[in-house]
């Protein structure tokens, strides 16, 4: 009998499910060894501050660890035995998560100030202040400077903006793209020096506290001027009722 395609009908067709188009992708399996999930005959067992409590079979380890409320947590299981120790494992979790995330966060972005070959000196100020900012932050900053109609003749002048940015910004900055044209915009791109970065940092904090030095000083001052002037009057009030004894 000769072999013959079976038809299907439009209903079967329907029933037919569609293959999905996304990847499914499982969850990441937390692979830690935690508590009863700890499976040799013993444990070199650290504590929650730090001491070394010696080894142990990890039913003896878990039984300490719970009359404190916390967990037996594996973090070295290549050792011999495997070293276990004794803390809040959802709390590091979390702060785990929370250390990665920061990373992720502050990871360098590229900001954007935008000039014109006309730009004076107080707009030049307000947008210098902004790209300090910016470099300080950890940030790549684009400088560009706009040209339009006949501007485009003077295309020094932008040059000469872009110069007087990187030689205000001073040692906080450095060149990683030197200035060029592309069509109507001329654009460089500056980096961070870290060291001059950091510099500045520690600079700024000395001065604030150096602020509430002196403010604490003048504090203390104050109130020492108040109780001399408290001093003087009693000294006179006290002169005065005597004075009016006498008579």
Same mark, same amino acid.
């Given at each position: 009998?000769?072999?013959?395609?079976?038809?299907?009908?439009?209903?079967?067709?329907?029933?037919?499910?569609?293959?999905?188009?996304?990847?499914?992708? #499982?969850?990441?399996?937390?692979?830690?060894? @935690?508590?009863?999930?700890?499976?040799?005959?013993?444990?070199?067992?650290?504590?929650?501050?730090?001491?070394?409590?010696?080894?142990?079979?990890?039913?003896?380890?878990?039984?300490?660890?719970?009359? &404190?409320?916390?967990?037996?947590?594996?973090?070295?299981? *290549? #050792?011999?035995?495997?070293?276990?120790?004794?803390?809040?494992?959802?709390?590091?979790?979390?702060?785990?998560?929370?250390?990665?995330?920061?990373?992720? #966060?502050?990871?360098?972005?590229?900001?954007?100030?935008?000039?014109?070959?006309?730009?004076?000196?107080?707009?030049? %100020?307000?947008?210098?202040? *902004?790209?300090?900012?910016?470099?300080?932050?950890?940030?790549? @900053?684009?400088?560009?400077?706009?040209?339009?109609?006949?501007? $485009?003749?003077?295309?020094?002048? &932008?040059?000469?903006?872009?110069?007087?940015?990187?030689?205000?910004?001073?040692?906080?900055?450095?060149?990683?793209?030197?200035?060029? $044209?592309?069509?109507?915009?001329?654009?460089?791109?500056?980096?961070?020096?870290?060291?001059?970065?950091?510099?500045?940092?520690?600079? #700024?904090?000395? &001065?604030?506290?150096? &602020?509430?030095?002196?403010?604490?000083?003048?504090?203390?001052?104050?109130? %020492?001027?108040?109780?001399?002037?408290?001093?003087?009057?009693?000294?006179?009030?006290?002169?005065?009722?005597?004075?009016?004894?006498?008579?």
């Amino acid at each position: 009998m000769p072999n013959v395609a079976r038809l299907r009908w439009p209903e079967e067709e329907s029933q037919i499910p569609a293959r999905s188009k996304f990847r499914i992708v #499982s969850p990441e399996r937390d692979t830690t060894r @935690v508590n009863e999930r700890i499976r040799v005959r013993e444990v070199r067992v650290i504590g929650a501050d730090g001491e070394q409590l010696g080894v142990m079979p990890p039913e003896d380890a878990i039984a300490i660890a719970r009359e &404190g409320g916390l967990d037996l947590v594996e973090v070295a299981a *290549n #050792s011999r035995p495997p070293v276990c120790r004794i803390m809040d494992y959802g709390k590091y979790k979390y702060e785990q998560k929370k250390k990665a995330a920061s990373k992720t #966060s502050h990871s360098a972005s590229l900001k954007e100030v935008k000039l014109r070959p006309v730009t004076d000196q107080h707009d030049l %100020n307000f947008k210098l202040n *902004n790209a300090l900012k910016f470099l300080m932050g950890g940030d790549k @900053v684009k400088v560009t400077v706009m040209f339009r109609g006949r501007e $485009m003749v003077h295309t020094y002048r &932008g040059r000469e903006q872009l110069d007087e940015v990187l030689k205000q910004l001073g040692p906080i900055a450095k060149l990683e793209s030197a200035p060029r $044209m592309e069509g109507r915009f001329m654009s460089m791109i500056l980096v961070a020096d870290r060291e001059a970065v950091a510099e500045a940092k520690r600079a #700024s904090e000395q &001065g604030e506290e150096a &602020g509430d030095a002196e403010t604490e000083d003048a504090g203390t001052e104050e109130a %020492n001027t108040s109780n001399e002037a408290s001093e003087q009057e009693s000294a006179a009030d006290e002169s005065t009722e005597g004075q009016t004894a006498r008579e």
